[in-house]
């Protein structure tokens, strides 16, 4: 098990080179960095002086691994736009994306997990067919849209729900949180809704494609033919042989919600590190695009190796550690 | 049978609703197993031998459904019980042996935990009591090293080893009967003999009688103490197992014996029956066996015969007409 998770780190470690590479880039293709800085007077030697304090005379792979060194301690430089340091700036908006992502997930499981259990299982029932219907509504209408839809719903029309920001939150250490207040509360609704509609969708239907997959097979029918109650063999023996895909996807899709919060979060005014990145984008603030591709990339990397131990602890046959096929 | 029966079927009727009309599968279906008695049914594919067992069991693919006749389990009829009340009979009255065992059992939990669950959901009894009877059911089935064994997934036992573990599900909750379908028709030769011995051996043990559904004779004839032979979803002669193998009186019967090569001499050619058994929506009107008959004549086109007393057995053929009997 160590020898695997030591493997899949080393795996993931020229995919961050690669985007590392790609983030440095930036600095010196999108506009001069030395021009930004010194503004629209200069003189010739108060440039060579500043190139060379910033390291800019030395060679192109000094000067990445230089970056690099400074990537993995957490260090970006200071913003363009804001003069801070861009690791202050990122922590600092974490939490509300976070916080946002994980209950737009936790909606696209906890109802599309089910919804997809019971759409594979009574697929004639009405209510089975008006699921699908609306799953198709979710997958192809596009996030702003249903943001916006939302907001005219729930907010403009009806006035429950804010239609903007965080509400209060409370601090706590560097964690920011609203699940405290009512307030904190009220406002992740929208947000989390729009964002987790299409993964909800896209869960629904693929736990329900599992699901009509699995019913059919041997075991299932001798699970039922051993007279085990219908709860058991639909939620136990069913479901679980489903997990393996649905991991899969999930966790894909939790990546993608925290890279692509973006949209929503512009539509929200949500103060999270996608409205921070769309706002860097206008400004050509380099070191935040940089350090938000990174990250972004590092959260990928992290939940594929934590779907692959999950997987491992779903399916028995994946656990090679236990010895090949003892006896006969 | 001077015992009252165990199982009793009587003029069971299984149809499929499809879009061009109703296909009869299982056409006036009768006969009766004593307790603690083998009936083997065989037939070519397609007969309904498998559909009777699953009719019993209720576990009928749908769109199948019992359109008439009656099943009765030690006096009492289960063809009109509730899902619920049905799910209580299968496992605990009636339990199932499936043909393949490389797919009948869930991949994803242990064989104890299997076996623990079938036998908690239908005895009374604690974990530590279920997990101790489910090492001795593993060793009765002749698996080695159970008490370390019975931690093991369905992957780590050999298809002969798993097809033990499914008759040992069948049996754990300790039914009086077992629908066996062709228990060992997915096993190598040299394992197929070992399991049916086993089974017999059990049966025997626990006095529980079992309907072995199966196309190899040699497997009836060794095991089995009456065989139903079944035809286009009809049964067309029933009868003690060394009457029918030796001296059957249905010319399919006849038909299917001969076809059996002799080893004791070395033939040509070996016997086979010209034609196929017919589709489920082209039987023909009078006998199904009509149009491959041999002894054929003008009734057989016309009506179709029941089972009649035929000296040892009973057979379906008008051969056995008292008042006809032409040139038997």
């Known amino acids: 098990m160590f020898a695997f998770i030591l493997s899949r780190l080393l795996q993931a470690l020229p995919v961050m080179l690669v985007v590392a590479l790609i983030a440095f880039a930036m600095f010196a293709y999108v506009g001069d960095p030395v021009s930004i800085m010194l503004g629209q007077d200069f003189t010739e030697a108060q440039r060579d002086a500043l190139v060379r304090d910033l390291g800019l005379d030395q060679p192109f792979f000094v000067q990445f691994a230089r970056f690099v060194g400074n990537a993995v301690q957490g260090e970006f430089g200071l913003s363009y736009r804001l003069s801070r340091p861009v690791a202050e700036l990122i922590a600092e908006r974490a939490p509300a994306t976070l916080e946002l992502a994980s209950c737009a997930a936790a909606i696209a499981l906890f109802v599309g997990v089910p919804m997809g259990v019971f759409t594979g299982l009574y697929r004639r029932s009405w209510l089975s067919r008006f699921f699908l219907t609306f799953s198709l509504i979710g997958v192809s209408l596009p996030t702003f849209l249903i943001g916006i839809l939302l907001i005219l719903i729930f907010s403009v029309w009806l006035g429950w729900l804010p239609s903007f920001g965080r509400g209060e939150v409370v601090q706590i250490g560097a964690w920011s949180t609203g699940f405290l207040t009512g307030a904190g509360l009220k406002a992740l609704v929208l947000p989390s809704i729009t964002l987790g509609l299409f993964q909800l969708t896209l869960i629904m239907r693929l736990v329900r494609a599992e699901m009509l997959e699995v019913l059919r097979t041997d075991y299932i029918k001798f699970a039922r033919a051993r007279g085990l109650a219908d709860r058991t063999v639909n939620f136990g023996h069913a479901l679980k042989n489903t997990l393996v895909p649905v991991i899969t996807i999930a966790g894909l899709q939790f990546g993608s919600i925290i890279a692509f919060a973006i949209v929503t979060e512009t539509v929200f005014q949500w103060p999270g590190m996608g409205l921070l990145f769309i706002q860097s984008v206008g400004a050509a603030d380099i070191p935040v695009m940089a350090a938000y591709l990174m990250l972004i990339a590092l959260v990928f990397v992290a939940i594929n190796l934590v779907v692959d131990l999950l997987y491992f602890a779903v399916d028995p046959r994946l656990r090679a550690d236990r010895g090949a096929v003892r006896g006969t | ?328």
């Open chain 2, 1 to 328: 049978m001077t015992a009252a029966p165990l199982l009793e079927v009587r003029n069971l009727r299984v149809e499929f609703p499809t879009r061009r009309g109703t296909l009869v599968a299982l056409h006036d279906v009768s006969f009766s197993i004593a307790p603690g008695e083998i009936l083997g049914v065989v037939g070519e594919s397609g007969a309904g031998k498998s559909m009777t067992g699953a009719a019993i069991i209720r576990l009928l693919e749908p769109p199948g459904r019992i359109a008439g006749g009656q099943i009765l389990l030690e006096g009492r009829r289960i063809d009109n019980l509730s899902q619920d009340e049905m799910r209580r009979i299968r496992g605990r009255r009636i339990g199932a042996i499936f043909q393949d065992p490389l797919t009948t059992l869930n991949p994803l939990y242990t064989v104890g935990r299997q076996l623990t669950e079938t036998m908690q959901t239908h005895l009374d009894l604690s974990n530590s009591e279920a997990r101790k009877r489910a090492i001795d059911w593993l060793e009765m089935v002749g698996i080695p090293a159970a008490a370390q064994r019975i931690d093991s997934y369905p992957h780590e036992f050999s298809g002969g080893m798993r097809q033990r573990v499914v008759i040992a599900l069948a049996l754990c909750a300790e039914p009086r009967l077992v629908v066996a379908d062709e228990p060992t028709t997915a096993l190598d030769v040299s394992i197929q003999a070992q399991v049916i011995a086993l089974l017999k051996r059990l049966a025997r043990e626990k006095n529980t009688s079992m309907m072995l559904v199966t196309h190899d004779m040699g497997v009836i004839a060794e095991t089995a103490d009456r065989v139903a032979v079944m035809y286009a979803g009809r049964v067309v002669e029933i009868g003690p197992v060394r009457e029918v193998v030796k001296h059957p009186h249905h010319p399919y019967s006849i038909g299917l014996m001969n076809s059996i090569p002799p080893l004791d001499h070395r033939v040509e050619r070996l016997a086979q029956i010209d034609g196929a058994m017919p589709r489920l929506n082209a039987v023909p009107p009078g006998c199904p066996y009509n149009p491959r008959c041999p002894k054929v004549f003008d009734r057989c086109i016309v009506e179709r015969p029941d089972l009649l007393d035929a000296g040892s057995t009973s057979a379906a053929c008008w051969l056995y007409d008292r008042a006809e009997a032409p040139h038997v």
